[in-house]
């Protein structure tokens, strides 16, 4: 596949209007309806799944359009075409987080599969009943009911490390839950409803100490900030395209190759085998022993595309655009009567999870809805991290490349306009 | 700019969203569940007190939880219009009810109901225009199903 044009914005200043026309869905107005112009669309949901540029469904369109076909399995023109361009997609995937080897890139249909994966291989090969996996009390439901079903199957423990009241990572509880025992470390690197980053490097090194290996669910945090596998020296990493404004359907697993040397199939299927005969099955070596059936050929370019915007525009300046946008948006937050920031730590990632005194959620965002304001409301598929801080649910304004300070007012004003209706 | 919520959010509900009726645990009450609705963490339990007659007569109910304005006084309403009923008149009303949440009222045959019940639950009928509210309206009615039924706990999901 040849190299995608990228945007020439390393030298130019953080122009988020001029992002935003790259994103045609933000053009439109919602609500309307007879007699009603609508309202503009400001979203700031992007941390349950981001928009997606222009850039990436013409890539995903090109692909269908010119060289589509399935992978691994033709002698034919496009098949050709199309493995080129899926596997040249994996080797974006690997040079984006830094892998040393674009075996060690897992595609999957999620981040939920890719962690699903993990525990289902590894996990099934390699724990035993009163074996221990540490968690934290913030991981969303994806990075605990996979290790539950492990606790069901095989009894396996799991540790819950936990947040103090601003959601920051007790370091010092994590480093007592390690015992003889602990046979996997599996945690998020950016809280999805509190924002908080975890201290990865530290949380590795204290790991690797005990010979512990380290999976992060890396879906939040790949968005907003570097992400080097192998300067962090973890063993798993899993991340989902969708909300690094790539397609929907396409999640990633890094895996140390050693480890994924080891690892026996996750499902069967096609295109994971070197051959099949009813006497034994020999399995094709990872990554593509994990990858049965057609993968996501189409969403794969398409996440590639992705990856090319991302940094086209300079991760580092993304980063910086929206922190600056968080600051913004909690200090003027905070002068409204009664509401709550959860989530106040250091460092945080763009994610502000709030309560107002007196409004439900569930009530809130129906009215910042009407603003034409797009907030998510609830439990985040956090159900632990919500119980912790005792408040039910939370309204989630999470910010991305192309939001601005616009979109910060418009959130203020139709969170006050709330608090008036309700009064 | 919000003409449209006032129809969901009319004054009564409001009202019973902020002061809910009958919001408490009575110590004699024989048949109590537990409402829980994952998806915005809406929890509450409603606790009846069923006569021992033969159409169980319920002579009181209550609940206590955490939820929503629509959730809290549909709620709330149904504490004040359920007692005094019998078992199938509670049946009938919510069955009219739920009709009514959906836009679908007259689709089935429910039976004989109190209109006057069913008349004050109409200012929960703006939920229809909302898929993702109905739940809400309708938790505490399942829940209460779920008392008389003797099932202790039940999810919208």
């Not at chain 1, 990493?237 to 996750?266: C, E, N, Q, W």
């Not at chain 1, 094709?284 to 398409?302: C, D, L, M, N």
Request: glycine share 8%; charged share 25%.
């Amino acid at each position: 596949m040849p190299d995608l044009p990228r945007p020439d914005s390393t030298a130019r200043p953080y122009d988020a209007d001029r992002i935003r026309a790259d994103f045609p869905i933000l053009a439109r107005r919602v609500h309307k309806r007879p007699g009603h112009p609508g309202k503009p669309l400001v979203y700031l949901d992007s941390a349950a799944s981001a928009q997606k540029p222009k850039q990436v469904i013409a890539a995903m369109t090109r692909l269908m359009e010119e060289d589509y076909s399935n992978v691994h399995r033709g002698i034919h023109f496009l098949s050709q075409r199309s493995t080129d361009a899926f596997e040249a997609a994996r080797r974006r995937i690997a040079q984006f987080i830094n892998a040393s080897s674009d075996d060690e890139i897992v595609l999957t249909r999620s981040a939920t599969e890719a962690l699903n994966l993990v525990a289902h291989s590894y996990g099934r090969a390699f724990f035993e009943r009163d074996d221990e996996v540490i968690v934290s009390v913030m991981e969303h439901h994806a990075n605990i009911v996979p290790w539950q079903l492990l606790q069901t199957d095989i009894g396996i423990a799991l540790k819950v490390v936990p947040v103090d009241d601003d959601g920051v990572f007790d370091m010092d509880a994590y480093k007592a839950l390690f015992g003889p025992r602990t046979r996997l470390v599996a945690l998020t690197h950016c809280s999805n409803v509190l924002g908080t980053v975890t201290p990865a490097k530290q949380i590795v090194d204290v790991a690797h100490g005990h010979g512990v290996p380290v999976l992060f669910d890396g879906s939040q945090a790949v968005v907003h900030q570097p992400v080097d596998v192998r300067e962090l020296d973890v063993d798993f990493y899993a991340f989902t395209g969708h909300k690094l404004y790539g397609p929907t359907a396409i999640g990633v697993l890094y895996g140390r190759k050693s480890l994924l040397d080891r690892m026996p199939p996750y499902q069967g299927g096609g295109d994971m085998i070197a051959s099949v005969s009813f006497g034994g099955t020999r399995f094709r070596e990872p990554p593509h022993r994990f990858e049965a059936g057609t993968p996501p050929i189409i969403e794969a370019v398409g996440l590639a595309a992705a990856l090319d915007y991302i940094d086209g525009l300079g991760r580092s300046a993304i980063a910086t655009h929206e922190h600056d946008l968080l600051i913004k948006a909690t200090q003027s937050l905070a002068q409204i009567e009664g509401l709550r920031v959860i989530g106040t730590a250091p460092g945080k990632g763009p994610i502000l999870s709030f309560v107002v005194d007196g409004i439900h959620p569930h009530d809130l965002g129906m009215v910042v809805d009407q603003a034409g304001v797009a907030v998510r409301v609830g439990q985040h598929c956090a159900e632990p991290l919500i119980d912790r801080f005792g408040v039910g649910a939370t309204t989630r304004a999470s910010f991305g490349l192309y939001n601005t300070v616009a979109d910060v007012d418009a959130l203020v004003d139709a969170v006050a306009a709330a608090k008036e209706f309700f009064g | 700019m919000f003409d449209e919520l006032r129809e969901l959010y009319q004054e009564v509900i409001l009202d019973h969203g902020r002061h809910p009726r009958n919001f408490r645990h009575p110590p004699e009450a024989s048949h109590e569940a537990k409402g829980d609705n994952p998806m915005c963490g809406d929890k509450l339990i409603v606790y009846l007190t069923v006569g021992s007659d033969p159409e169980r007569t319920i002579s009181d109910v209550a609940f206590l939880g955490k939820g929503c304005a629509i959730s809290t006084a549909s709620a709330s309403l149904m504490t004040e219009l359920l007692r005094g009923k019998t078992e199938r008149d509670a049946r009938t009303l919510f069955a009219h009810f739920h009709d009514m949440c959906l836009g679908e009222e007259g689709a089935a045959n429910h039976g004989p109901v109190d209109d006057d019940a069913l008349d004050r639950l109409k200012v929960l009928s703006g939920v229809r225009q909302y898929p993702v509210r109905v739940k809400c309206a309708t938790l505490p009615w399942h829940t209460m199903i779920a008392a008389l039924a003797g099932t202790t706990e039940v999810t919208t999901e």
